[in-house]
């Protein structure tokens, strides 16, 4: 299960970007967070990176 990103909450800072080690996330064209949930392997790096709270782990 991938991460979950609130886009109401999300203000495109990117540091979540940045830690992925996978490169899952990216941003869309709303400048918020997206994550591919083939890609991403729910190391969960991007939860604490996230200095708004906006990613949690996926169900």
């Known amino acids: ?3 979950v990103v609130d886009v109401n909450v999300c203000e495109g800072h ?3 970007i ?3 080690p996978v490169g899952a996330l990216s941003l869309n064209d709303d400048n918020k967070a997206v ?3 083939d890609t991403c392997i ?3 790096a991007c939860i604490s990176a996230c200095p708004v709270e906006a990613i949690s782990e996926g169900e």
């Open 18 to 20: 940045e830690v992925c």
């Open 42 to 44: 729910d190391c969960l």
């Open 1 to 3: 299960m991938a991460v």
């Open 35 to 37: 994550c591919d949930e």
């Open 14 to 16: 990117g540091d979540c």
